[in-house]
């Protein structure tokens, strides 16, 4: 009966250890299966992924997307903490209105514009386009792109073939076939950029064109090239004693450097771009041509009357609005407010 019994124990020991080492291969092969599909899926996921990637990638190298001149928000306390380290008495000051811009004023990001001598034009025709602006009231009585015909032809202004156009610093008698491509650039980007209803796609439009070079400048040399012919008009009215005109053009003109159209041209516009940049009595008719109201901070003048101006002074209630915010009265990024 014994020997039975352990016959049968034994018997039984060994069907079960059968059992189990089948049953251990099966949950190890639904182990290595579910391994194998989770690995499967990741894959498929990270193929995707880079994929997609290369796509956008391969979109923005198409479009010259890496060239933008004007960077996508960041955030305004984090770009301060990043570009004003240290205890110098400079660093601490732009740092104090920096903190002051994020609580006081609730702007919470920024946008980097390029540093060169078109910074400020850029800036402040980036937001006219980006927010839908429409074609300043004289500019929808007037076609822009006869400007430089009516400037050479009908008030004798052969002078303008000494133009500059930035850094190509181009003279010479194509410089009226020149100034009339620049005029149907701004006119054609800007109706364009005034007829979008829809944001986002509207900072598309802006992204792209603000990314390609040679475009870029052609408006910039077109808003110079407005400033221009409003001096021009200004100082025959004045000589004439027509009307009462906006006080800048006195300031403008009041300087010896640009006591006439020509010496302004000379001296002062022809060099935006190049090796020089706007002026504040510059910026102000920058504001007053393009109808809009340029409320600058400027940081280094934190705690004072000047840190936060508007160009122009006189400005009308139903002008757009637009910001910019500048370390040092050279360079200008634009601010981003929320509420």
Same mark, same amino acid.
């Not at 660093?91 to 078109?118: C, G, M, P, S």
């Not at 054609?188 to 509207?202: F, L």
């Given at each position: 009966?014994?020997?039975?019994?352990?016959?049968?124990?034994?018997?039984?020991?060994?069907?079960?250890?059968?059992?189990?080492?089948?049953?251990?291969?099966?949950?190890?092969?639904?182990?290595?299966?579910?391994?194998?599909?989770?690995?499967?899926?990741?894959?498929?996921?990270?193929?995707?992924?880079?994929?997609?990637?290369?796509?956008?990638?391969?979109?923005?190298?198409?479009?010259?997307?890496?060239?933008?001149?004007?960077?996508?928000?960041?955030?305004?306390?984090?770009?301060?903490?990043? /570009?004003?380290?240290?205890?110098?008495? %400079?660093? &601490?000051?732009?740092? !104090?209105?920096?903190?002051? #811009? =994020?609580?006081?004023?609730?702007?919470?990001?920024?946008?980097?514009?390029?540093?060169?001598?078109?910074?400020?034009?850029?800036?402040?025709?980036?937001?006219?386009?980006?927010?839908?602006?429409?074609?300043?009231?004289?500019?929808?009585?007037?076609?822009?792109?006869?400007?430089?015909?009516?400037?050479?032809?009908?008030?004798?202004?052969?002078?303008?073939?000494?133009?500059?156009?930035?850094?190509?610093?181009?003279?010479?008698?194509?410089?009226?076939?020149?100034?009339?491509?620049?005029?149907?650039?701004?006119?054609?980007?800007?109706?364009?950029?005034?007829?979008?209803?829809?944001?986002?796609?509207?900072?598309?439009?802006?992204?792209?064109?603000?990314?390609?070079?040679?475009?870029?400048?052609?408006?910039?040399?077109?808003?110079?090239?407005?400033?221009?012919? /409003?001096?021009?008009?200004?100082?025959? %009215?004045? &000589?004439?004693?027509? !009307?009462?005109?906006?006080? #800048? =053009?006195?300031?403008?003109?009041?300087?010896?450097?640009?006591s006439d159209p020509l010496s302004f041209m000379m001296n002062h516009l022809n060099a935006i771009g190049?090796?020089?940049?706007?002026?504040?009595?510059?910026?102000?008719?920058?504001?007053?041509?393009?109808?809009?109201?340029?409320?600058?901070?400027?940081?280094?003048?934190?705690?004072?009357?000047?840190?936060?101006?508007?160009?122009?002074?006189?400005?009308?209630?139903?002008?757009?609005?637009?910001?910019?915010?500048?370390?040092?009265?050279?360079?200008?990024?634009?601010?981003?407010?929320?509420?």
């Amino acid at each position: 009966g014994r020997h039975e019994v352990q016959s049968w124990t034994a018997a039984t020991r060994r069907s079960l250890c059968l059992v189990w080492q089948k049953v251990k291969v099966q949950l190890g092969m639904s182990f290595l299966v579910t391994i194998f599909w989770y690995c499967r899926r990741l894959y498929d996921c990270l193929a995707r992924l880079l994929k997609w990637t290369g796509d956008v990638t391969n979109l923005c190298l198409g479009l010259g997307l890496e060239n933008v001149t004007v960077s996508p928000e960041v955030d305004l306390l984090g770009y301060c903490g990043r /570009e004003w380290k240290g205890d110098k008495k %400079q660093a &601490k000051h732009i740092r !104090e209105a920096y903190e002051d #811009l =994020f609580w006081t004023y609730h702007i919470k990001y920024l946008r980097q514009v390029r540093r060169d001598n078109y910074s400020v034009l850029r800036a402040v025709l980036f937001q006219i386009f980006s927010q839908g602006v429409p074609f300043p009231s004289w500019m929808k009585e007037r076609d822009i792109l006869k400007l430089p015909e009516k400037l050479l032809y009908s008030q004798g202004c052969n002078w303008i073939q000494q133009y500059g156009f930035g850094p190509e610093r181009y003279t010479g008698p194509n410089a009226f076939g020149k100034l009339r491509k620049c005029m149907e650039a701004l006119k054609t980007s800007w109706t364009e950029a005034s007829s979008i209803k829809d944001h986002e796609e509207r900072g598309n439009m802006c992204n792209i064109l603000f990314s390609d070079e040679i475009k870029e400048h052609k408006l910039y040399e077109a808003i110079k090239f407005v400033m221009l012919y /409003e001096v021009v008009e200004a100082y025959e %009215q004045m &000589k004439n004693r027509e !009307e009462h005109l906006p006080n #800048l =053009f006195s300031l403008l003109l009041a300087r010896d450097s640009s006591s006439d159209p020509l010496s302004f041209m000379m001296n002062h516009l022809n060099a935006i771009g190049d090796t020089g940049r706007l002026e504040q009595v510059e910026m102000l008719l920058l504001g007053y041509l393009l109808e809009v109201k340029i409320k600058i901070y400027r940081l280094h003048k934190f705690n004072t009357e000047e840190f936060q101006v508007n160009y122009p002074d006189e400005y009308k209630r139903e002008w757009h609005e637009i910001s910019l915010l500048t370390e040092d009265d050279h360079y200008y990024h634009i601010p981003i407010t929320r509420t």
